[in-house]
């Protein structure tokens, strides 16, 4: 079943918290969901409002249709789905905190859509995560 884009933040588990004039918008790593905000959630919820979401590959998402590994080879589409999920959710100027992948795909959305974002926060990321030769990035092909 294929999920339109007006329901993508239904589907990703998106949810709003707090009322601030700055929206927060927390994404999780890889192998992770939304739960590892659990702890920080409230306390930004004081002066934030808060999003947070899970991405397609998350194994918690509403609708385990949306997540295609070939959809889903490059960063690029993830990028997309955070586009169109800001904008469905009618955030603009957000600050983005990123962690390990996410940062990635947060760096790539805002290239492709910067009135989108205000802040980029990147825990943990990493440019590339394949191993190769010169370079240890955590995954082999």
Request: hydrophobic share 40%.
């Amino acid at each position: 079943m294929a999920t339109t884009k007006k329901c993508l933040s239904e589907a990703l588990n998106a949810r709003s918290e707090g009322s601030g004039a700055e929206t927060v918008v927390l994404a999780h790593g890889y192998g992770m969901d939304q739960s590892i905000w659990d702890k920080v959630v409230p306390l930004l919820v004081e002066n934030y409002r808060v999003v947070r979401f899970d991405w397609a590959c998350a194994g918690t998402v509403k609708n385990q249709g949306l997540y295609h590994p070939v959809k889903y080879s490059s960063y690029e589409a993830f990028a997309d789905d955070l586009i169109t999920l800001l904008h469905e959710m009618n955030l603009k100027a957000v600050t983005f905190v990123g962690n390990s992948m996410s940062g990635i795909i947060g760096c790539i959305a805002s290239v492709k859509s910067p009135q989108l974002f205000n802040t980029l926060v990147l825990v943990g990321s990493s440019p590339r995560f394949l191993n190769s030769d010169d370079y240890e990035g955590g995954f082999h092909r």
